[in-house]
């Protein structure tokens, strides 16, 4: 498959165009190649599916999904690694390479413009300081998904894993599990990389519901319920809520919420499960 999931000529490939490594971009190069055919395997890919790539690097994950997809749009924001994704995807003429910050791109523009609104898939070694903005707003943008699979931090991975009860417990696996199924496809230890991550990775491959199980009337206060209540992990519930800015009911209001759904009036965020916040927010929104 690829040619730069090894030490040698990822090093090679650096020297050669006096490649200085950026921290601020998060750029920690993928020396595996059973860790990239692991990503490949955990996202599906087939001939069939357009990929979008978050941060191809030097292209060495980029080279894994131009063999294996129809399509690959690949984003890049250090307009250094440009020149060197030239070179090292030269063979393939199924990639575009964007220089761009994928934050600040119109991703469902992008959709429509490559790839008919039909849903994609997004693969990607993410910098790890945009992981929970960049999966939020693929999500809250409503981006057409047929699934995501990305190297994150490996404590990120657990808390996206996360059900009530647990110390990871929090705002971010709510969201995550509201519009997506996650599952971890592999534990990634710092040696798979240059230079070595401080931290432990994980490939997580969430999986958006093609039909929501969830109803839910004002998925706006669901949102504010779930930051009200983690917010001030240590207090209850009621008062999470009740001292939540952009949260306007009384102590009243949300207890006879929780009475009328049989939870307990002393109980924490944190114990509650998805469909409970979502019970408490229908009832709210009444
Ligand atoms: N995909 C390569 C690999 O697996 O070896 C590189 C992964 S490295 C962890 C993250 C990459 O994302 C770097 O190339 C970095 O420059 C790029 N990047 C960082 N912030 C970005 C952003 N906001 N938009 C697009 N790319 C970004």
């Given at each position: ?127 790890y300081?945009?992981t929970t ?19 994150i931090q490996k404590e990120v991975a657990d808390r996206i ?11 971010l ?29 994980a490939?997580i ?82």
């Amino acid at each position: 498959m690829g040619t730069l999931g090894n030490p040698k000529n990822t090093i090679e490939i650096l020297n050669k165009y006096d490649f200085i490594i950026q921290k601020k971009f998060g750029q920690n190069f993928l020396i595996d190649n059973h860790v990239l055919e692991k990503i490949v395997r955990a996202a599906d890919i087939t001939k069939e599916d357009f990929v979008l790539e978050i941060g191809p690097g030097i292209g060495t994950l980029t080279q894994y999904l131009c063999e294996s997809a129809g399509k690959v749009v690949a984003v890049e924001i250090d307009k250094k690694l440009i020149p060197i994704l030239k070179e090292t995807l030269s063979n393939y003429d199924n990639v575009t390479v964007i220089n761009e910050d994928v934050l600040k791109l119109d991703i469902p523009a992008l959709v429509k413009e490559h790839n008919n609104d039909r849903p994609i898939k997004v693969v990607a070694n993410l910098p790890y300081y945009i992981t929970t903005p960049i999966i939020m707003s693929l999500f809250e943008n409503h981006v057409p998904l047929l699934n995501v699979t990305i190297m994150i931090q490996k404590e990120v991975a657990d808390r996206i894993q996360a059900g009530p009860g647990s110390k990871e417990y929090g705002a971010l696996s709510l969201a995550v599990q509201y519009y997506a199924k996650p599952y971890i496809a592999a534990n990634v230890p710092p040696n798979c990389f240059i230079p070595r991550p401080k931290v432990g990775s994980a490939v997580i491959n969430l999986t958006p519901y093609t039909e929501s199980p969830y109803h839910v009337e004002d998925e706006k206060l669901l949102f504010n319920l779930i930051r009200a209540s983690f917010n001030q992990r240590r207090k209850t519930l009621v008062n999470g809520i009740f001292n939540y800015e952009d949260l306007p009911y009384s102590k009243e209001e949300i207890l006879a919420a929780l009475e009328s759904l049989d939870i307990p009036k002393y109980i924490r965020g944190e114990a509650l499960g998805l469909e409970e916040f979502i019970a408490i927010a229908n009832y709210l929104s009444n």
